[in-house]
């Protein structure tokens, strides 16, 4: 990063000792090329600023552009009300309950513009406000007025860390900076602004966001800002578990959920997210389910590396393995096929798992369909074994089984077979699966979810039956 020491203070000598002066970094001091801009984000930027407005890019776009690195989204933060900025562009929506931004879209990208928010306004309160941005009750329900909307003075204090709260000024190019937050970039430091134990009270998703900046981009968290983790860790609980799922997915499917996950387990995190995986990895650290997570996410780090899709399916498939397995091998001995005793075991861990973050069906019922399939990779004989090939979630399962392998759940024989049958013509398909003897299917070791308890005796019955 190339920024110059001759960073200059906005006004200095005419302060009035009463609203906190940035420090201003000019254009030549700085990085942040326009080139490096998205040209809607440009657009809204310069638009806003011809009409008189005040208009700063902010947010995560000025630290990644600062890092050199490639921003995911460009987010505006202007002294226009969204009455005002609706007005300046037809393809501008307004949302939150009571219109605190306005979206303006570009085809599939979209610039949220925010309007710089009085002091003391939590950033995710949508409530008890009305369209003039005046609140109008507090949260017993008495009736308070004051403003919503303030000045860029004081929309600088309710952002979270200081590297984030920088603002790229679109009338000359500069960056204002009130916090340290150059400094603190400069330094890779996530630090929280103001008291961060106050902070984490406010909001305590702020420490799954220290958690995941300082896992994305490599920061250390300051001290003062780890510091209060442990012991809050718990508020988690009273995050509502749909803000819980958009926030581990920020986690996991960012490029970095090897790392996030340690992370999370120093500060002890782990517990009040998945307390069923916190009780397996507590229980058997080393074992195979737990090596299996860490090959997942690792996985899941090299295809969004590699730009190939990543689903919460899958994630969370992996995420849950280590609980389900452990009730798998709880299950009392009955005589359920490995397939009913796996959805079994997949159920109750999702059913608790729940509680804590709300996976929505569209995710969870496919990924009982993977962990239901698993059982099934160990038929090999006969052509019943090939109708799996054409099972819609076979890519997942088969994806699945491959992790099981890599972390000796089962052996690698098992997981080359299924490799090489899908390159066969379908006669050669055929033939693989009719010579195979029967009595082979389930020899190989591990062919339950947990590495070969050995039960399957209904389904040896049912086989011997029919071929007896
Ligand atoms: P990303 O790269 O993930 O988009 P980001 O920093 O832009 O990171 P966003 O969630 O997009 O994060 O939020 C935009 C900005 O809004 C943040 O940079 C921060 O200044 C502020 N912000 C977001 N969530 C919070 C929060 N919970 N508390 C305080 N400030 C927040
Ligand atoms: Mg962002």
Redesign the pocket.
């Known amino acids: 990063m190339r920024l110059n020491d001759t960073i200059l203070e906005k006004n200095s000598g005419q302060s009035d000792g009463q609203s906190p002066q940035p420090l201003v970094v000019p254009r030549d001091g700085h990085p942040i090329s326009r080139a490096n801009i998205s040209p809607n984000a440009l657009k809204v930027l310069y638009r806003l600023k011809d009409a008189g407005y005040q208009a700063f890019l ?4 000025v ?2 552009l600062l890092l050199g690195l490639n ?3 460009f ?1 505006v933060a202007t002294n226009a009300h969204p009455e005002q900025v609706k007005q300046l562009f037809r393809n501008c929506r307004l949302i939150g309950r009571r219109f605190h931004l306005a979206h303006v879209r570009f085809g599939y990208e979209i610039i949220e513009v925010a309007t710089f928010r009085a002091a003391h306004t939590p ?2 309160e949508d409530n008890a406000v009305d369209e003039g941005g005046h609140r109008v009750l507090d949260d017993r329900g008495r009736i308070l007025r004051d403003n919503l909307y303030g000045t860029i003075e004081e929309d600088v204090w ?3 860390f200081t590297a ?2 920088l603002y790229y000024n679109i009338e000359d190019f500069s960056i204002w900076d009130y916090v340290g937050g150059v400094a603190d970039a400069r330094a890779k430091v996530m630090r929280l602004i103001g008291d961060p134990e106050t902070r984490y009270r406010e ?1 305590p ?2 420490m799954l ?1 220290a958690v995941r900046f300082a896992a994305k981009l490599g920061f250390s968290i300051h001290p003062e800002t780890a510091a209060p983790i442990h012991k809050l860790a718990g508020m988690l609980d009273s995050v509502p578990p749909a803000r819980l799922f958009d926030e581990i997915n ?1 986690l996991f499917l960012a490029g970095s959920a090897a790392k996030a996950f340690e992370v999370l387990g120093q500060y002890g995190l782990i517990e009040h997210l998945f307390p069923d995986l916190a009780a397996a990895a507590r229980e058997t650290p080393d074992s195979v389910a737990m090596k299996l997570l860490r090959l997942g996410l690792a996985g899941t780090d090299e295809r969004v590396r590699a730009d190939k899709s990543v689903t919460p399916t899958f994630l969370f498939a992996v995420l849950l393995w280590p609980a389900i397995s452990r009730v798998f091998q709880r299950l009392p001995g009955s005589d359920l096929t490995d397939m009913e005793r796996a959805l079994t075991a997949c159920d109750q861990v999702i059913a608790r798992q729940q509680t804590r973050i709300a996976v929505p069906k569209r995710f969870t019922l496919p990924l009982r369909e993977i962990i239901a399939m698993q059982p099934r990779f160990d038929l090999r004989s006969g052509r019943r074994a090939l109708r799996l090939l054409d099972h819609p979630r076979f890519r997942a399962a088969y994806d699945f089984l491959l992790l099981r392998a890599a972390a000796g759940g089962v052996e690698q024989e098992l997981a080359d077979w299924w490799t090489e049958i899908q390159t066969l013509p379908p006669e050669e398909r055929i033939a693989r699966v009719e010579q195979r003897p029967a009595g082979d299917d389930g020899a190989a070791q591990g062919g339950t979810p947990n590495s070969g308890s050995g039960r399957r005796k209904r389904r040896r019955r049912r086989r011997a039956t029919r071929s007896g």
């Open positions: 902010v947010g995560g776009a630290r990644d921003p995911k989204d987010d950033m995710d309710r952002r979270d984030n709260a909001d998703v702020r966001r920020k």
